[in-house]
């Protein structure tokens, strides 16, 4: 069978282990923990991106998975149907990017097919495949515009004879990155990484020669990304001003989300006291009381989310202030959290072959730190861009709120850097063999005379 008949093989057994799960817990594709179903319903109902309690324009979630359920309800679907098809969809595209991301990092085909089946199968991304959350979809185009940004890796004296073309090719990378804002902002985070370390290579490569062609040359890449970024978030921050009065890139939840993780109560609870993680039920609800009373006595209308949202900054802001021990102590905790080999709750068997899983991914992860230093351009270049990515979640995910499911949107590009991790010291030790096979062998010209016949 062909590379392609084999993948597509995968996709279907990956999409067909959804659906089989679908019928097996129906229950999970309706538990709208994140209210996406309810925004896309208010979105029908009302005619804008509104609350779904309130019915008043919103800039508290994301857009883009609202506004696609709700085309998806809009022609006939069910919200269940709407959101199965989505994820479905998503991850079918996921496993197709991953395998021409593999390739395009030098994998051979039998080793960029098995870098699918860890991703078709990881615990994380199917358990919030099943769920109408950003997780899936999110890592699909985060595995787009990766691949996208490897089509242009060519010698710069050829780079500098189609500028239009580059452009052009950049500018639909950063359309893709403002989809993925849409859908998810820590992919706005992983953009501008790659704006700025284009721009500090340019500088340090075109030192002395900044009007220069060559330099000219250069800045197509962050150009055309910057442009493609803004042209599809720019509605979005431009609607929000008219409407929310704020200039909104991202979304009013993270005030929110930020001080979730940076308060009195959760640091003297969980980071200096004994409680587990996360905070019980109990004392988060009424964590989320005292701060909405706290912010009425302040003068906050907590109706107003421009309002409430800064006043959410603030509270965190000076928590860390105060306590800036307490919160070193919690950055840590979070990036335990984000990387940790189990998830929260998990026992037995299951917590077992969840940490051998993510065990053996770290292990490949950290081979690929040890035997792969990468080249300029190439696939050196798109892992240096796949670690710019992973640097962009944990930059994110160290001081906001965080869990072991917000890593989720990041399998994809970890199960692929371990892979090369594993195939490069396989190669090693290749090497080492063949190496040691020479190193044995006699060498006939030096035998005595008796024995060379």
């Not at 197709?96 to 870098?115: H, K, M, Q, Y």
Request: with cysteine.
């Amino acid at each position: 069978m062909s590379y392609n008949g084999k993948l597509l093989l995968l996709i279907l057994a990956g999409c067909t282990l959804r659906l089989l799960l679908f019928l097996q817990m129906p229950q999970l594709l309706s538990d709208d923990a994140d209210g996406y179903v309810a925004h896309a319903e208010a979105l029908i109902r009302t005619g804008i991106f509104s609350g779904p309690w309130t019915d008043l324009p919103t800039a508290f979630r994301p857009p883009l998975l609202p506004f696609l359920l709700s085309l998806l309800m809009r022609s006939g679907l069910s919200a269940v149907a709407a959101v199965a098809l989505l994820q479905l969809v998503s991850t079918a595209v996921l496993l197709w990017a991953i395998s021409r991301l593999a390739a395009r990092l030098g994998l051979t085909p039998r080793v960029a097919l098995l870098a699918v089946i860890p991703a078709a199968v990881d615990p994380l991304l199917l358990r919030y495949s099943l769920q109408p959350m950003t997780e899936v979809p999110c890592a699909a185009i985060l595995c787009l515009c990766l691949l996208s940004m490897t089509s242009d890796n060519v010698p710069d004296q050829l780079q500098r004879s189609r500028t239009p073309v580059s452009f052009g090719r950049w500018l639909g990378t950063g359309v893709l990155f403002g989809v993925g804002t849409l859908m998810r902002p820590v992919l706005m985070i992983a953009c501008g990484l790659m704006l700025l370390q284009q721009l500090v290579h340019s500088l340090r490569t075109h030192r002395g020669a900044l009007h220069s062609p060559a330099f000219r040359s250069s800045l197509v890449f962050p150009t055309g990304l910057l442009c493609g970024l803004l042209l599809v978030t720019g509605p979005w921050m431009i609607r929000n001003r008219i409407v929310m009065g704020s200039w909104v890139i991202a979304t009013t939840h993270g005030g929110y989300t930020l001080a979730l993780g940076n308060n009195p109560e959760f640091y003297r609870d969980v980071v200096n006291g004994d409680r587990s993680v996360p905070w019980d039920g109990a004392a988060l609800s009424r964590w989320q009381r005292d701060s909405l009373q706290r912010a009425r006595e302040a003068g906050v209308d907590v109706g107003n989310e421009i309002d409430l949202d800064r006043w959410y900054y603030q509270l965190a802001i000076r928590t860390v202030s105060s306590e800036p021990t307490s919160f070193f102590s919690a950055c840590l905790l979070r990036m335990s959290r984000f990387w940790g080999l189990s998830a929260i709750g998990a026992s037995g068997l299951t917590r077992v072959a969840l940490t051998g899983w993510y065990l053996f991914l770290w292990c490949g992860l950290l081979l690929s730190l040890l035997f792969q230093q990468g080249s300029p351009t190439g696939s050196g270049l798109l892992r240096r861009r796949m670690w710019l990515s992973v640097l962009a979640f944990c930059l994110l995910h160290i001081v906001y709120w965080t869990d072991t499911r917000m890593r989720a949107p990041l399998m994809p590009v970890l199960i692929l850097l371990s892979s090369t991790g594993f195939a490069a010291s396989l190669q090693r030790l290749r090497q080492d063999e063949s190496t040691d096979r020479q190193t044995e062998q006699p060498d006939q010209d030096v035998l005595p005379p008796a024995q060379q016949g």
